[in-house]
C-alpha cells in the first residue's frame, strides 16, 4: 500500500451505532488530520495529531473521538451520530505538523439513518 | 471566520476550450494550494505557492498566485475530458501554519 489509505470506504449506520473509522498513512509523516466535508460546504477541520498528540479540535461534537495510538495510524470512533452528520471523512497526512502540503485519503462515505 | 471564495462554482466546457478560475479572500495568505478531488476520491495536491507574484506551470494547468498573496488563479489550456473534477484551493494564514482553509470549490465538467 501507498499514500493514505482509509477503511471502510462506505458506511452506513443507524443513530444507536457505535462505528469506527480507519486511516492510515505510509509515507512516514508525523501529523494527521480528520476533515467533514458535507455537500455543498467546504471541507472543515476536525482534528489535527502532530506526533500521536492532539494539537487540533476544532469544536467538533462529542460523538465524534478521535484516536492517534502511532503516527502511522488514525481513528475517528462514532456513537449516537445525527443524519446531518452524514458526509463524507477524510484523512490526511504531513511531513510535520506546519508543512504547507497535506495528502489525502480517499474517503469514507457515511450515511447516517 | 476567514473566508475563501471561488469562483466560478460550476464551469461546463468542451474539449479543447481554455478556461481559468478564481480564489479569492480579503486576507493575505502565507501559502496557498490547489487540489483536484474526482467523484469518491479524496483531493489530490497539485501545486503550492508561497511567494506573491508566483507562477507555476504542470503541464496545461497554470498556477499564479497574486501579488498581495490575497488571490490566486488556475488557468487551463486545451482542456480535456481527464480535467473533468472538482477544484479546490486551500490557503494557510501567516501563524496558523498547516490549519488549512479550504475554499467550496469549482466543479469542472469537460466533455467531448
Known amino acids: 500500500e501507498t499514500g493514505v489509505t482509509q477503511t471502510p470506504r462506505h458506511l452506513v449506520m443507524g443513530m444507536t451505532n457505535k462505528k469506527s473509522l480507519k486511516c492510515e498513512q505510509h509515507?512516514?509523516?508525523?501529523?494527521m488530520y480528520w476533515y467533514k466535508q458535507s455537500a455543498k460546504k467546504p471541507l472543515e477541520l476536525m482534528f489535527v495529531y502532530s506526533l500521536e498528540e492532539r494539537v487540533e479540535n476544532n469544536s467538533v461534537p462529542s460523538r465524534f473521538s478521535p484516536e492517534c495510538p502511532n503516527s502511522s495510524h488514525l481513528f475517528l470512533h462514532l456513537h449516537t451520530l445525527q443524519p446531518e452528520d452524514s458526509a463524507l471523512y477524510l484523512c490526511?497526512?504531513?511531513?510535520?505538523?506546519?508543512?504547507?502540503?497535506?495528502?489525502f485519503g480517499p474517503g469514507t462515505r457515511l450515511t447516517v439513518t | 471566520t476567514q473566508l475563501l471564495e471561488q469562483s466560478p462554482q460550476f464551469l461546463s466546457i468542451q474539449e479543447g476550450e481554455n478556461l481559468t478560475v478564481y480564489c479569492n479572500s480579503s486576507?493575505?495568505?502565507?501559502?496557498l494550494q490547489w487540489y483536484r478531488q474526482e467523484p469518491g476520491e479524496g483531493p489530490v495536491l497539485l501545486v503550492t505557492?508561497?511567494?506573491?507574484?508566483e507562477v507555476k506551470k504542470l503541464k496545461r494547468l497554470t498556477f499564479q498566485f497574486g501579488d498581495a498573496r490575497k488571490d490566486s488563479s488556475l488557468h487551463i489550456t486545451a482542456a480535456q475530458p481527464g480535467d473533468t473534477g472538482l477544484y479546490l484551493c486551500?490557503?494557510?494564514?501567516?501563524?496558523?501554519?498547516?490549519?488549512?482553509?479550504f475554499g467550496t470549490g469549482t466543479r469542472l465538467q469537460v466533455t467531448l
Open positions: 486551500a490557503g494557510a494564514w501567516t501563524g496558523t501554519a498547516s490549519k488549512l482553509t
Open positions: 505557492v508561497v511567494t506573491g507574484g
Open positions: 509515507l512516514g509523516h508525523n501529523a
Open positions: 490526511a497526512s504531513s511531513q510535520d505538523w506546519g508543512s504547507y502540503e497535506q495528502y
Open positions: 486576507s493575505v495568505f502565507s501559502s
